[in-house]
């Protein structure tokens, strides 16, 4: 799944680290993430977009 996760955080001026610890998961997990290693739950997916008060399509992009 392709995101615009590092966008966002950029837009915020956020570090991977700052954002890990709103969403209470590891940096790593944020890393891998954003370089499309690792989808999140929709759990964090929801989070995330409730923190960047977006929607979840915004950030995430679904391909088959």
């Known amino acids: ?6 966008v966002w955080r950029a837009k915020k001026d956020i570090t991977q680290e700052h954002l ?3 969403m209470e998961v590891t940096r ?4 891998a993430i954003e370089r499309g290693k690792y989808d ?3 759990k964090l997916a929801f989070k ?3 923190f ?3 929607s ?3 950030i995430f992009l679904y391909e088959e």
């Open 1 to 6: 799944m392709k995101n615009t996760l590092k």
């Open 20 to 22: 890990a610890n709103e």
């Open 28 to 31: 790593q997990t944020i890393n």
């Open 40 to 42: 999140p739950s929709i």
């Open 48 to 50: 995330m977009a409730r």
């Open 52 to 54: 960047f008060e977006c």
């Open 56 to 58: 979840i399509e915004d």
